[in-house]
């Protein structure tokens, strides 16, 4: 059975697959140009993953999940937050989000140990736009003083979860995808979505 992932961002997309597993494919909204972007006018990572999910589910048959999360830093009063993909502009690249908030750091001069994060994901799953199932997955960790490695995307060269001294972007995809706020979250949802699936 397939499912409709509310982005076009094919990192996230091929995240959510590897996660699924074979018994779950994901496509996302690539194929569908004619859905224009949807704004991100929520106030919580609960409510964009809810307006994401439903307004797919109203425009595509089938079963829609929508993800919103991002990067919540303590010693910046949780930001950058539901603003982390638009963080440094709305066109900005990743390398550019990560200077701005280690900028933003050093401006609070946050110490060693003054640099506690989280990484909190939120999925909706909707149909016929209805909301079907809403799941949260939370990641704790902290912020390294530089970018260190080459996998994954977004704030991942900088987020260290506890107990790894690898950054995300360090550590093997496949170790990442068990361990990440989007594989907690996931996790929780998948016996959901084979259900789910199976009264499609």
Do not use: W
Not at 101 to 124: I, P, Y
Request: aromatic letters at 4%; glycine letters at 8%.
């Amino acid at each position: 059975m397939q499912l409709i992932v509310a982005t076009r961002n094919t990192h996230k997309t091929r995240e959510i697959e590897q996660i699924l597993g074979s018994d779950l494919a994901a496509r996302d909204l690539t194929a569908h140009p004619e859905i224009s972007e949807i704004t991100e006018s929520g106030t919580s990572f609960e409510e964009n993953a809810k307006l994401k999910a439903i307004t797919v589910s109203k425009k595509l048959r089938g079963l829609v999940i929508a993800d919103d999360s991002g990067l919540e830093v303590e010693a910046l009063g949780g930001a950058p937050g539901i603003h982390s993909a638009r963080y440094a502009g709305a066109n900005a690249n990743d390398k550019e989000k990560i200077a701005k908030l280690l900028r933003q750091l050093a401006k609070v001069d946050a110490k060693s140990d003054q640099r506690r994060a989280r990484f909190r994901c939120v999925l909706a799953v909707a149909r016929d736009g209805q909301i079907l199932a809403m799941v949260e997955g939370v990641v704790e960790g902290e912020i390294a003083e530089q970018p260190r490695g080459s996998h994954g995307f977004g704030y991942d060269p900088i987020f260290i979860p506890d107990g790894f001294e690898e950054t995300f972007a360090e550590l093997p995809e496949k170790l990442k995808n068990n361990i990440s706020h989007r594989a907690k979250a996931i996790r929780k949802l998948r016996d959901k979505l084979l259900a789910l699936c199976g009264e499609v």
